[in-house]
């Protein structure tokens, strides 16, 4: 293995870091532990400091280049300071940076056109937000106005945010605090292949876990409801993608119900998952409203609620108002990162790239005990670690070593799953090969070593 080691090397890049002058690591953390929130989550036992980004790479305070694995949480869809997302919005920032949308601006509406026509069927009207939560709090709204029904489904193991309402719909104990939230929001069986009580080998898995829909609906609620939260494939809960023919019969069950459906597309969107730039395509579904966040602004801060015309009227009965909501720059950023995956075909780069990635897990998990599912579509990957694979007890331990080591080896990935036992690899789009295949050297390294 030290032989592996010693080969072991970051594909070449040809950019040169700026020196970097500011405070070190150790002052910044003293600064951060005094003046800024304790629920700060810093991730490694040895915090890390990045200064620099640029496409896949991220850059320490010492010049250190890293392979991101993680995209900022999922977020840099297109690329670190991506060259022409960058132009744009530097042009939009020195030409006008803020108005609200009280006056016509032209970049809002060209850039909602853009938007409204990667979305199918009717789903042609755009609100804009800053972040995922507001994106889900609006959503719920916009379902409970327009049906005139109160309760909500989501699912358990489910990620939507972490403002009250959409904590309501998130189900994780872990990011719940302990006060009266979910008002209405009832949580479904989470349609997990791996933990879940049917699994890939049964093709009736997608109708049985959308059974369960029917069954909360029937008992939990008056019967009718406003809508249905799910995620295309749930990201923060461990990359769990649904049973093949799960969405249509929740679906399904929820609209005789009177609902909606919602689908949060704030990880899996804009291409991200191959063969489709929206996750819900992949299980043949138009859904009603189609939230989103992180990568449509490849780190702005930008989000978007996508829904039809009749679903929207409901909300112009009140004056609703989002200060920063369509911002010129955030949307020139929005319209640039578009341009640039139309133009450099990222969706497909995260097919072939995302073959390949899976394809090396596969290969990790014959080679590994300690992996008991690899999974995910695309970019949107997933290595589970359990103790036995018999009794799936979470590695949760061994999942820290195998992601503080690969950071040391030069690669940062994500962790999650309820259990904190999925190493999350969701990458920029951009990633090359040898990306790929340094990451599974790094992986095969790590686990090498537990
Ligand atoms: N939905 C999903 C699927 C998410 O992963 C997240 C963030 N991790 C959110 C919503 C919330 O987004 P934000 O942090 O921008 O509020």
Redesign the pocket.
């Known amino acids: 293995m030290n032989e592996k080691i010693k080969m072991l090397q970051l594909p070449p890049y040809d950019h040169e870091p700026k020196p970097y002058v500011g405070p070190s690591a150790e002052e910044v953390g003293q600064l951060r532990r005094r003046y800024l929130s304790p629920a700060l989550l810093t991730y490694y036992q040895n915090p890390l400091m990045i200064v620099e980004g640029s496409m896949q790479y991220l850059y320490d305070e010492t010049g250190r280049r890293f392979l991101d694995g993680f995209g900022g949480?999922v977020t840099i869809s297109v690329g670190h300071c991506h060259p022409t997302v960058m132009d744009q919005a530097k042009a939009q920032l020195e030409t006008l940076q803020h108005t609200t949308t009280i006056y016509y601006h032209p970049v809002i509406a060209q850039y909602a056109e853009m938007l409204a026509a990667k979305m199918p069927g009717e789903l042609s009207v755009v609100y804009f937000v800053n972040?995922?939560?507001e994106a889900?709090d609006l959503a719920m709204q916009m379902a409970r106005l327009y049906t005139g029904n109160y309760d909500v489904i989501a699912l358990r193991n489910g990620?939507?945010?972490?403002s009250p309402a959409?904590m309501g719909l998130t189900a994780h104990s872990t990011w719940k605090y302990n006060y009266a939230h979910s008002f209405g929001v009832h949580h479904a069986l989470a349609p997990d292949p791996y933990r879940g009580p049917w699994g890939d080998n049964d093709p009736a898995a997608g109708e049985k876990y959308a059974a369960d829909i029917q069954n909360l609906i029937q008992h939990a609620t008056s019967g009718r409801v406003a809508g249905f939260f799910a995620?295309s494939i749930q990201?923060?809960g461990g990359t769990v993608v649904y049973p093949e023919g799960y969405l249509k019969p929740a679906f399904d069950r929820v609209r005789e119900a009177g609902g909606v459906c919602i689908s949060?597309e704030?990880?899996t969107g804009f291409g991200r998952t191959g063969d489709n730039f929206w996750g819900f395509e992949n299980q043949g579904v138009i859904p009603d409203i189609v939230t989103m966040?992180?990568g449509i602004g490849n780190g702005a801060p930008l989000?978007a609620v996508v829904t039809t015309p009749e679903i929207a009227k409901p909300l112009a009965e009140r004056i609703h108002f989002n200060t920063f909501g369509g911002n010129p720059v955030s949307c020139a950023i929005g319209k640039a990162v578009l341009e640039v995956m139309e133009k450099e075909n990222t969706q497909q780069n995260c097919l072939i790239m995302g073959e390949r990635l899976l394809g090396g897990f596969r290969d990790l998990l014959e080679k590994y005990d300690i992996i008991g599912h690899v999974r995910g579509m695309g970019l949107m990957t997933g290595i589970e670690l359990v103790k036995d694979r018999a009794t799936k007890e979470p590695a949760t331990a061994e999942c820290a070593r195998v992601w503080e080591r690969a950071r040391e080896l030069g690669l940062l990935i994500g962790k999650g799953g309820f259990y904190g036992n999925v190493l999350r690899i969701k990458p920029p789009m951009c990633i090359t090969s040898a990306d790929v295949d340094y990451m599974i050297q790094v992986l095969d390294i790590a686990f090498s070593e537990l």
């Open positions: 949480i972040s995922g939560s889900n990620y939507h945010g972490g959409a995620e990201g923060v949060d704030v990880q966040a992180k989000a």
